[in-house]
């Protein structure tokens, strides 16, 4: 198996929404997004998969020093050589990098956010960071589309939030801040007891439209003239808008459940929007 062949079978077993957002890139562009998407899961699962918080912060300074090799031209891990060959294509700061894995290290060192301030800071971590390079692989002409990748990154990082509040529970984690949980009245012992109730509806909604927001602003920077080849991030969009919608409609049931599209729906969503797009 080849570097990128394993990024491939990496981000094809994922089922992740983010691979439909693929499917139609030319593909060079299609590779270094899939290496960089594969870079994003390795990490990520570092954090989801390791009970030993030490061994995951050993791990993700592994990672910290992969990262140095890629730029120094000898990586050793299977991700790490597909970024390397990328990195002769398209402009991916290694700073930029850097900081996904930072994103990634927040979840061992917090588990509670006091406001949306601190909340929205693991969220540029976690994905705006990643949106911001995508778009470098993407491509554009005017920079205010990197606005539009900030922007939509907080959009679908505040999605997954929404989306996966009784899973990070059961893991001790609420990203919900602190001070909406106390103007909603919804104590965090009830999150992680899996309790609902309206006003946890209600604080749900609350999420929900903040989300909605900045899928709206973001979509007011993307220019005209890069809005072609955006199109994977407004897949991406329109993939996480309907799930949020999903959510929503099932009156925000995400303490006991996980609410997912099927894979001919996300195809679907993909290939309309892109044609649209």
């Known amino acids: ?42 990490v990520d699962d570092v954090v ?18 992969e990262i140095a090799r890629v730029y120094a031209g000898n990586p050793s891990h299977p991700v790490g050589l597909a ?8 402009n991916l700061p290694r700073e930029q990098m850097l900081e996904v894995i930072d994103g990634m290290e927040m979840d061992l060192r917090q588990t509670r956010y006091l406001d949306f301030k601190a909340l929205q800071l693991y969220c540029y971590r976690a994905a705006s960071v990643v ?14 589309t990197l606005k539009y990748a900030h922007d939509l990154g907080i959009a679908l990082q505040l999605t997954n939030i929404i ?10 984690r609420i990203y919900l801040p602190i001070e909406d949980l106390q103007r909603f009245k919804v104590p965090a012992s009830q999150i992680l007891e899996g309790h609902g109730g309206d006003n946890f ?3 749900m909604e609350f999420q929900a439209e903040r989300a909605r927001q900045f899928y709206e602003q973001a979509f007011q920077h993307l220019p ?26 099932d009156g925000f049931q ?13 195809i679907w969503i993909a290939g309309s929007t892109w044609v649209r797009a």
């Open 224 to 249: 005209a003239v890069d809005r072609k080849a955006q199109r994977p991030g407004l897949v991406m969009a329109a993939i996480y808008r309907t799930l949020l919608d999903e959510i929503a409609r």
């Open 131 to 144: 949106g911001l390079l995508a778009a470098e692989i993407f491509g554009y002409q005017d920079r205010q």
């Open 83 to 90: 970024l390397k060959d990328v990195l002769g294509h398209f």
């Open 254 to 266: 995400v303490l006991d459940r996980r609410t997912s599209l099927t894979p001919v729906r996300k």
């Open 201 to 203: 509806r209600a604080l």
């Open 1 to 42: 198996m080849t570097p990128h062949e394993y990024c491939q079978d990496r981000a094809a077993k994922s089922g992740s929404s983010f691979y439909y957002s693929f499917l139609f890139l030319p593909p060079e562009r299609r590779q270094a997004i899939i290496a960089l998407y594969a870079f994003c899961r390795e």
């Open 163 to 172: 989306r996966d509040v009784g899973e990070d529970a059961r893991r001790g």
């Open 48 to 65: 989801d998969e390791c009970n030993d918080v030490q061994v995951a912060h050993n791990k993700l300074d592994w990672w910290r020093q």
